[in-house]
């Protein structure tokens, strides 16, 4: 396997999270064709089956669009729909956790909010 990919997550998650990043990133607009399937075979040097679960999961959820025998697109809206759905992600990964863990040693949420702030301040 080649490419830049972790251990730790399936491939295809991997992969669908590349052009997910791609479109975030403005690297690919929405109307823009996205990668072929064979593209990013031939890149990565992974198996199509892999790559293209990735893919139909974008397509599934309307990310990209197919156009017969022309390729795959960013649909318009893309990119709004990929933001709120990492937003709803990362309140599920992180921010309830944080939420129960503070809770556990009874901060406040103004404690918290300042935590935050400060841990900002010293990251920038």
Known sequence: ??????????IFLQVREMIEDQILNDQLQEGE???STNQ???VYKINHLTVSKGINQLVDEGILYKKRGVG????????????EQRKQSFV?????????EAD?????????????????????
């Open 1 to 10: 396997m080649s490419g830049p990919f972790r251990d730790d997550r399936p």
């Open 33 to 35: 064709q996205a990668p």
């Open 40 to 42: 990013l075979v031939n």
């Open 72 to 83: 795959m697109f960013v649909s318009e809206g893309a990119k709004t729909e990929l933001i």
């Open 92 to 100: 599920d990964r992180y921010v309830k956790d944080m939420l129960a």
């Open 104 to 124: 556990k040693l009874n901060m406040s949420e103004d404690e918290l909010i300042r935590l935050i702030q400060q841990t900002k301040r010293e990251e920038s």
